[in-house]
């Protein structure tokens, strides 16, 4: 068998891994708007949970990415997916109130954090630049569709039947991940870095080329996070009561609208980008990002099919760019230092994308005179913010060496 065919196959183990252990990732987002009165949250209590999971993932990814530089990156993504299936299941024991949601939230944002870094150094060790763009898509594909799974679960079981079982099923499908990764990675656990280590990295003195896509990404983060968080309770509350649908259907179209795209945004954006450069994809997304980010919040009282598909393209042009900053950011680094750019760009990125859920259900608050949500609560300033990150994403794509990241072959 082919390198070539053992690096394709190798991949399908690693999706598989990465769509099981994500389902845990949406656990609590997919059941915010049932726990907001089970536990007395307020909109900024609700949002400062999800921000603690994304602090944990953000200091994770920083520390599995840095280390991957000294470190087999499988031994990382095996050590971590076992964090994932333990804190699952502790989330599913013990959260049952602000504090305890804060803490269990955090540790799955560690175990995620910890997941993902090494996914991306280990896809982009095992591809060509033109097959990395379709790749990394692969890759992160298979987390979206696991967003799917866990999104679709908790809001299920949440609004129909019992929120705890939803956290149990999202649970034990982390350990068959956990074993999907072993699987693939097994063959791996014991090799010994091909490269020289290079002790000392000045991070901060990355080539004009990183800096920019770092800068970009961070506002990438700001957009997605903020989308990923308050997208589900969005459309939940708007669609409530404008469809006669089953809430297991609800939730399964809520679910598809936001993530399912996912599948499709960063695998169709990979191939583009190996295409037709970079560059080009990145700055259409972005603009197409941001303008559907200052629409959304207008259209609460359209035709509920049409408020599904205006949603749809949001996440398919907000998710779609992930994969392509991260093989773009991996084709102009060297390996041997390709772990601490990928941590630095992760601990600022993601470190101000975390904070994005909290100020958007500030403004939120703000807005809406600190109201419960319902049918008449205004999304616009909430969704405008997401929309400026947007922007200043594509102002950045624009600065991107159109020499360098053009196509592939």
């Known amino acids: 068998?082919?390198?070539?065919?053992?690096?394709?196959?190798?991949?399908?183990?690693?999706f598989f891994g990465r769509v099981l252990t994500a389902a845990s990732f949406f656990m609590y987002v997919g059941s915010i708007?049932?726990?907001?009165?089970?536990?007395?949250?307020?909109?900024?209590?609700?949002?400062?949970?999800?921000?603690?999971h994304f602090f944990g993932l953000a200091g994770a990814l920083y520390l599995s990415s840095y280390y991957s530089d000294f470190i087999n990156p499988s031994k990382i993504l095996i050590y971590s997916s076992v964090l994932n299936v333990i804190g699952s299941f502790l989330f599913f024991l013990y959260a049952n109130n602000f504090f305890s949601a804060l803490f269990l939230n955090f540790i799955l944002g560690i175990a995620a954090g910890g997941i993902y870094g090494p996914s991306m150094i280990l896809v982009s060790e095992k591809f060509s630049k033109s097959r990395k763009g379709f790749a990394m898509g692969m890759m992160l594909g298979g987390q979206s569709l696991g967003y799917v799974v866990s999104l679709s679960l908790s809001f299920i079981f949440s609004n129909f039947y019992n929120f705890k079982d939803g956290f149990l099923i999202c649970s034990i499908l982390t350990f068959f991940g956990l074993a999907s990764f072993y699987f693939c990675c097994h063959k791996d656990l014991y090799k010994k870095l091909d490269f020289k280590i290079v002790k000392k990295f000045k991070i901060l003195k990355q080539s004009?080329?990183?800096r920019t896509l770092i800068k970009g990404y961070t506002a990438h983060c700001i957009e997605l996070f903020g989308m990923w968080a308050w997208m589900p309770v969005f459309l939940s509350i708007v669609l409530i009561d404008k469809a006669s649908i089953n809430p297991v259907i609800l939730g399964l179209l809520i679910s598809i609208t936001i993530h399912i795209t996912g599948v499709f945004a960063n695998i169709i954006s990979g191939m583009f980008s190996d295409r037709f450069g970079s560059r080009n994809v990145l700055i259409i997304f972005a603009i197409s990002s941001s303008a559907l980010s200052f629409t959304i919040g207008w259209v609460t009282e359209w035709y509920w099919i049409t408020?599904?598909?205006?949603?749809?393209?949001?996440?398919f042009f907000t998710l779609g760019d992930s994969g392509v900053l991260t093989a773009a950011l991996t084709d102009v680094t060297k390996r041997n230092v390709l772990g601490r750019s990928l941590a630095f760009r992760s601990i600022i990125g993601i470190g101000f994308?975390?904070?994005t859920p909290s100020i958007f259900g500030f403004i939120m608050d703000v807005s809406n005179s600190y109201l419960p949500l319902s049918k008449n609560t205004n999304w616009i300033y909430a969704f405008s913010f997401l929309g400026i990150s947007g922007l200043i994403a594509s102002y950045y794509a624009t600065k991107l060496n159109r020499r360098v990241l053009s196509r592939s072959f």
């Open 1 to 14: 068998m082919s390198k070539v065919n053992l690096n394709w196959n190798w991949l399908y183990l690693l």
């Open 33 to 52: 708007s049932f726990l907001m009165n089970e536990w007395n949250l307020s909109s900024t209590s609700a949002g400062i949970i999800q921000t603690a």
């Open 353 to 355: 994308g975390s904070i």
């Open 307 to 315: 408020i599904l598909i205006i949603s749809f393209f949001y996440s």
């Open 208 to 210: 004009y080329q990183n």
